[in-house]
């Protein structure tokens, strides 16, 4: 079975942010939309899983980037699918620009969410062939868990709103990005563009929720705990 989608897509003033790049959540929501369409189309995708109580979620994600999409940019999004190990499946990504050199490397863990009991653990969860045989390159490195200090100097809380969530009820993987890239001022963004994130994804945020966040930014990297819900590093040049 073929197991890689390719689309391309322009940038716009809607995804891109006050440098006229692309947003880094807007990378994440490149790489979930891309994932579902090549999932519907083999048949295991987000709205046909659900039939079986059964949702995709991410459970840790990491990139880098040479540079971001700027706005009126159009670019080749590329995803695969890895080889899965004990249930969980890897989505392999790249962005290319329109000479084809891939300027953005990623790969999502992605793993089957039981919506009844929010577990990743259930007897109903089905094990899927679900590889590319002939991958499009090499694939970029499974994301490791993170590691943060215990303490990290700032504190806020942010509270889980309509805009955040999504179908499954929960805030959206890419909208953590959103919520880390409003800590530093605006000077710091106009003077810097995202080179690599890792996101590790421990629990689910639900709507009305209030979420701790504690964090700190030395010089260009910009660490981030959200109380039980994730971690993330996001490294800027």
Known sequence: ???THREKINMNVRVCDISGRLRPSGLLW???????????????????????G???????????????????????????AGE??????????????????AFVHGCAL??????????????????LDLVEKEPPDEPYPWPKAL???????????HRVSYRDCDLNGHANNACY???????????????????????????????????ALSWTLDGGTLL???EEKFLCRMDFQ
């Open 1 to 3: 079975m073929n197991m």
């Open 30 to 52: 490149m790489f979930q939309d891309a994932s579902e369409i090549l999932t519907e189309s083999r048949g295991v995708g987000p709205r046909t899983m659900e039939q079986q």
């Open 54 to 80: 059964l949702n995709w979620i991410v459970a840790r994600l990491g990139c880098t980037c040479e540079r971001l999409p700027v706005c009126e940019e159009t670019v080749e999004m590329i995803v695969w």
């Open 84 to 101: 899965p190990r004990m249930g969980i499946y890897p989505w392999q990504y790249q962005i290319r620009d329109a000479g084809g050199h």
């Open 110 to 127: 992605w793993v089957l969410f039981d919506s009844e009991t929010r577990s990743m653990l259930s007897p109903k969860i089905p094990r």
């Open 147 to 157: 590691r943060l200090p215990k303490e990290l100097e700032n504190r806020t809380l």
């Open 177 to 211: 990005l959103d919520w880390m890239c409003d800590l530093p001022d605006m000077a710091f963004h106009r003077g810097h563009t995202l080179q690599s994130l890792t996101i590790d994804y421990r629990a689910e945020a639900r709507p009305g929720e209030d979420v």
């Open 224 to 226: 981030c705990r959200g």
